[in-house]
């Protein structure tokens, strides 16, 4: 068996509490860099969120580097990653509600966003919610949510060297081609 090709960018998706945020540290680690999480959320909005924030921070422990970026990811994740780290984004969706909610063009963030993975100097794992599974929101603001939010995750999907769908705490590596050899 041959040894595995190494990755440099990784999109881990997947629902609520499916595992995706630990699998992702754990790529992170397992890679021996210095490991740096790179923050989309912001500041907590609520006593909630914010006990959510200590809570992981308190869970990662002190080897992890927290950088905080919820908006300009992009100039941020280029000086975080280098040789000697790993970066985890954790989480794209929230950051994509920033953007929505700065009155930013999310389509041509994630766009910019994707372009510049190939200059990064380090491996990043990317952490998003797969939001498309459900209902057709009912108003337009959750409508339009969701849209950007499916193309922010084929954006990164398509541009990231592997994909990997979180169900029930385990890991689907999605296949690169969009159009797997299915004959009817």
């Known amino acids: 068996m041959s040894d595995p090709v190494p990755s440099r960018t990784v999109l881990v998706l997947g629902g609520a509490r499916s595992g995706k945020s630990r699998f992702a540290e754990a790529l992170v680690l397992k890679s021996g860099r210095t490991p740096v999480y790179l923050a989309t959320s912001g500041t907590p909005r609520d006593g909630e969120m914010a006990e959510r924030v200590a809570h992981h921070r308190a869970q990662r422990g002190d080897e992890w580097r927290t950088v905080e970026a919820p908006l300009d990811l992009i100039p941020v994740l280029a000086d975080a ?27 041509a963030e994630a766009a910019a966003l994707a372009a510049s993975l190939a200059a990064l100097s ?17 108003n337009a603001l959750a409508r339009r949510f969701r849209d950007h939010h499916g193309r922010l995750n084929q954006t990164i ?21 969009p159009d797997p050899e299915i004959v009817l």
């Open 81 to 107: 990653a280098r040789p000697d780290t790993a970066v985890l984004v954790d989480c794209l969706t929230l950051w994509l509600a920033n953007l929505m909610e700065a009155g930013r063009d999310a389509d």
């Open 122 to 138: 380090g491996p990043v794992v990317f952490v998003s919610n797969e939001v498309g599974h459900g209902v057709v929101p009912e």
């Open 157 to 177: 999907a398509a541009a990231a060297d592997k994909a990997i769908l979180m169900v029930a705490g385990r890991p689907l590596v999605l296949p690169k081609s």
